[in-house]
C-alpha cells in the first residue's frame, strides 16, 4: 500500500488529489475542535468517557467530536442513516425503484432526496443531543438556563449541529469529485485514526505505569503480559480483515457462441466473482446502532436504579455476555438484509439468459436461480460469522482481561483496514489507466 501511495505521488493529478483529499481532511479536523457555544465542554467530555456504549460508538464516529459537542459532534450518522433509509424504500417504493433504474438521472434525484433527509435527520438529531446535554449532563452554562436565553441557547446549539452534520456530507461529496477515495468513509477513517495517538496512550500507561514500576510487587505482571498480548491480537485481526476481504467465490460461466453478420462471438468462459464480505462494515454499524437503543433510551429516561428496566439496561451494556450475543446475531441478520437487498439471483440470471450464458451443469431459469441463492446464502453466512467474530470478539477480550475501552476495537480496525484496501485499490486502477498503451503506442 505504500509502494502504491508513494508510485502514485509521483503522478501529478494523482498527488493533487491526495493533496486536496488531505485538506478536506484537515477541515474536518479542525471543526471537531470548535466547540458549538453554550455548552460546558469538561462537563460533556468526562461524561461520554464515563457513559460507554453508544455514546462511545458516536465518539467513535465523530473523530472525539461528540465528546467535545464540537460542530461535528453528529459527525456522518445524519448521511448514513438517511441513505439506508433510502436504500430501503428503493425497494418498498415503486417511484424511487424506477428513479433507481434511470441511470445517472435518476441517481441524482436519488442523492438529491438523500440529502435532504440528511439535513432532517441532522436537525432531529441535534434537538436529541441537546436535550441530552440539558437534561442528562446538565453541561449548559449557567448564564443560559433559564429565560428567553435558554431558549436563545437551544436554537443556536441545534442549528450548530445540523449545520455540522450538512457540512460534513458536502465535504465527503468533494472527495467523491474532486478527492481520493469514498469521501464519507475517508471521513470516518480520518476520524477513527485521529484517536489512535490517545489508545497508544492508554496502552502505554497500561504497560508501563501499571505494569513495569508495579512488577516488583507482584501487582503489574498482568498487564507486562497483556499488553504485548492485545498488540498481536490487532496485528492478528488486521490480517484476518484484509483475507476476507479480498477472499470470493467465483461462479463459472459459459458464453455460446453466436454468430452475427459475418463475425462469432461468445465461446468464451468467465464467472461471476461473490465476494465473502460483500456488505461491508454496514452490517457492523447497523447491529451496534440497534443494540444500543436502550441505551439511548436510558440517557434521556434516566438510569434505573432497581427492577425490570434496571435489568434491561444492565444486560444492554457492552460488557455483558448478553448484549455481545445479541450483537452477534444482529450482525449476521444485517448481512443477510443487505446483500438481499443488494443482490436479485433472479435478476443475475435473467442477465446471463440475454447475453448467452449459463453455469456449467444447470439449466437457465429456476435452477440457476436457485442455485445462486444457495451460493449467496453460504458465502454470506461465512462472511457475516466473519464479521460478528471481528465484532464481538474484543468485547469477550475485555471481559477477561479487565481492561476497558476496547468494546468497539475490532469496528474500528474493521472500518480502518477495509477503507485503506478500498483507496489502495482505487489507486492502482487510476495508475493503470494512466500508464495504459493504446494500440497507436
Request: positive net charge.
Amino acid at each position: 500500500m505504500f509502494q502504491t501511495l508513494r508510485n502514485a505521488w509521483k503522478i501529478p493529478d494523482l498527488r493533487q488529489k491526495i493533496l486536496y483529499t488531505l485538506f478536506i481532511i484537515l477541515i474536518f479536523r479542525i471543526g471537531s475542535a470548535i466547540s458549538v457555544p453554550y455548552v460546558d465542554v469538561n462537563v460533556i467530555a468526562s461524561a461520554v468517557s464515563e457513559s460507554g456504549g453508544i455514546m462511545d460508538y458516536l465518539s467513535l464516529l465523530s473523530g472525539g467530536g461528540f465528546s467535545n459537542a464540537s460542530i461535528f459532534a453528529l459527525s456522518i450518522t445524519p448521511y448514513i442513516n438517511a441513505s439506508i433509509i433510502i436504500q430501503l424504500l428503493t425497494v418498498a417504493i415503486p417511484p424511487l425503484e424506477r428513479l433507481a433504474k434511470e441511470g445517472e438521472a435518476g441517481r441524482k434525484k436519488l442523492a438529491q432526496i438523500t440529502r435532504y433527509t440528511t439535513v432532517v435527520l441532522g436537525l432531529m438529531l441535534g434537538i436529541a443531543y441537546f436535550l441530552m446535554v440539558k437534561n442528562n449532563y446538565n453541561a449548559l452554562v449557567a448564564e443560559v438556563r433559564s429565560g428567553w436565553s435558554f431558549w436563545f441557547a437551544a436554537v443556536v446549539i441545534v442549528l450548530c449541529f445540523t449545520a455540522g452534520s450538512a457540512l460534513m456530507m458536502w465535504l465527503g461529496e468533494q472527495i467523491n469529485e474532486r478527492g481520493l477515495g469514498n469521501g464519507i468513509s475517508m471521513l470516518l477513517f480520518a476520524g477513527i485514526i485521529s484517536r489512535v495517538p490517545s489508545v497508544a496512550s492508554y496502552l502505554w500507561n497500561l504497560f508501563y505505569h501499571a505494569g513495569i514500576q508495579q512488577l516488583n510487587g507482584g501487582a503489574g505482571l498482568k498487564y507486562v503480559l497483556i499488553v504485548p498480548i492485545i498488540l498481536v491480537i490487532f496485528l492478528a485481526i488486521i490480517t484476518f480483515i484484509v483475507v476476507i476481504t479480498d477472499a470470493e467465490r467465483r461462479i463459472p460461466v459459459q458464453y455460446a457462441k453466436r454468430v452475427v453478420g459475418r463475425k462469432m462471438y461468445g465461446g468464451q468462459n468467465t464467472y461471476i466473482p461473490i465476494k465473502v464480505n460483500m456488505s461491508g462494515v454496514m452490517p457492523i454499524i447497523l447491529a451496534v446502532s440497534m443494540v444500543s437503543v436502550p441505551s439511548v433510551i436510558f440517557r434521556f429516561t434516566g438510569t434505573p436504579e432497581k427492577g425490570f428496566f434496571y435489568w434491561i439496561y444492565r444486560i444492554f451494556t457492552p460488557s455483558h455476555p448478553v448484549y455481545a450475543v445479541l450483537y452477534f446475531v444482529l450482525i449476521i441478520g444485517f448481512a443477510f438484509f443487505y446483500v438481499t437487498i443488494q443482490y436479485n439471483p433472479l435478476e443475475m440470471s435473467n442477465n446471463l439468459r440475454k447475453n448467452s450464458g449459463a453455469i456449467p451443469g444447470y439449466r437457465p431459469g429456476k435452477p440457476t436461480v436457485d442455485y445462486i441463492k444457495r451460493v449467496l446464502n453460504k458465502i454470506t453466512l461465512i462472511g457475516a460469522i466473519c464479521l460478528g467474530v471481528i465484532a464481538v470478539f474484543p468485547i469477550f477480550f475485555s471481559n477477561v482481561s479487565g481492561i476497558q475501552g476496547l468494546a468497539l476495537g475490532g469496528t474500528s480496525i474493521m472500518i480502518v483496514v477495509g477503507v485503506a484496501l478500498e483507496t489502495s485499490q482505487q489507486m492502482e486502477s487510476q495508475m493503470m489507466m494512466r500508464h495504459y498503451k493504446g494500440f497507436l503506442d
